[in-house]
């Protein structure tokens, strides 16, 4: 599956200390979360790139980017610089993405 940014192929980088692997866009760095099996590391980047999450409701209608920083996921929007941030989890940013969205009108 493309990147949902910028249409390039993912690719999945493996950090030989930790046996860590996540799945990366060579292009523009949007990335899944780092996972111990293959498995999830793929699963992640579909939960992240998938076309059917909302746009955000600024006048660019932005795709949604997910970040981790300080050991918390977040998630943002580049066109507006709109940013979210505090979950534990991907899932929960994905989460808060489709409530943050869940009532704006078209």
């Not at 990335?31 to 099996?37: E, K, S, Y």
Request: glycine share 10%.
């Amino acid at each position: 599956m493309a990147c949902i940014h910028c249409g390039t192929a993912p690719v999945l980088r493996k950090d030989t200390a930790t046996a860590r692997m996540m799945v990366v866009c060579p292009e523009c760095k949007a990335r899944g979360d780092a996972a111990i099996h293959e498995a999830r590391a793929w699963m992640s980047w579909e939960l992240v790139n998938d076309a059917d999450l909302p746009r955000h409701s600024c006048k660019a209608q932005g795709r949604p980017r997910f970040i981790q920083a300080g050991g918390q996921w977040g998630y943002g929007c580049k066109a507006c610089n709109f940013a979210d941030v505090g979950y534990a989890t991907l899932e929960g940013a994905v989460a808060g993405w489709m409530r943050e969205h869940r009532h704006v009108k078209a």
